[in-house]
Structures are given as structure tokens and as C-alpha cells.
Nanobody, 126 residues
Framework: QVQLVESGGGLVQPGGSLRLSCAAS????????FGWFRQAPGKEREGVSA????????YYLESVKGRFTISRDNTKNTVYLQMNNLKPEDTAVYYC???????????????????WGQGTQVTVSS
């Protein structure tokens, strides 16, 4: 069973930076992609970024392009989301997710994310 554990959230001032980490374990088959989603209070969950494991292609929500960078350490099965120039509207719970080839889950960036972490809070405020 896939386990995804996020870390790195917190409180940061506008213009600041945070790096989120997501460690994957408990699964011996192929991971097709990893992604980051976020959900702010009263809003629907939205896909923020994704990275393909086959060719390392990356995908971003338009509003975070140029500010967020997704990357992966294959040796550690860990995915990162570097967030720079954070804005108050980035405040949300951020979730890590992975596409392991299931036919259920959230479809975004061309992948179906069926396994999820517990989320980490990111608050951008002065």
C-alpha cells in the first residue's frame, strides 16, 4: 500500500519561500507521476504541479509558473515543491499525490492521482 508523507509546511511572510517534501513508501510497482495539489478554505482542490517519472516532464498551474518548482530524487523516492515569492493566495493545505495506474482518483495534467498524503498547511501572511 502506498504511503505518502508530506513535510515542510508552515507560516511564511509574503515574498518568502518554503520547500515541501513528499516521501513515498510501501509500494513496489511503478509510480507514473507525482503531483502537488492544494485546497484553500471554501475552495475546491486544485492541481498545482506534477512531474512525470518517465521523462521528468513538469507541469504547473498557471498562477504558480515561475515561482514554484517541482523536482524528484529518484534514489530517495521523494518529491519536492520549492515555492518562492509566496503570496497570501497560496495559503492552503498542500497534498502530495501519485499516479500508480489506478482507474480512480483526480485527473490532472494528464495523470490520474489515486493515492494521497495527509496534507501539510502552508500559510502566507504578514
Amino acid at each position: 500500500q502506498v504511503q505518502l508523507v508530506e513535510s515542510g509546511g508552515g507560516l511564511v511572510q509574503p515574498g518568502g519561500s518554503l520547500r515541501l517534501s513528499c516521501a513515498a513508501s510501501g509500494y513496489t510497482q511503478r509510480y507514473y507521476a507525482f503531483g502537488w495539489f492544494r485546497q484553500a478554505p471554501g475552495k475546491e482542490r486544485e492541481g498545482v504541479s506534477a512531474i512525470s517519472t518517465s521523462d521528468a516532464s513538469t507541469y504547473y498551474l498557471e498562477s504558480v509558473k515561475g515561482r514554484f518548482t517541482i523536482s524528484r530524487d529518484n534514489t530517495k523516492n521523494t518529491v519536492y515543491l520549492q515555492m518562492n515569492n509566496l503570496k497570501p493566495e497560496d495559503t492552503a493545505v498542500y497534498y502530495c499525490a501519485t499516479d500508480i495506474g489506478t482507474n480512480h482518483g483526480s485527473y490532472r495534467f494528464g495523470f490520474r492521482f489515486g493515492a494521497w498524503g495527509q496534507g501539510t498547511q502552508v500559510t502566507v501572511s504578514s
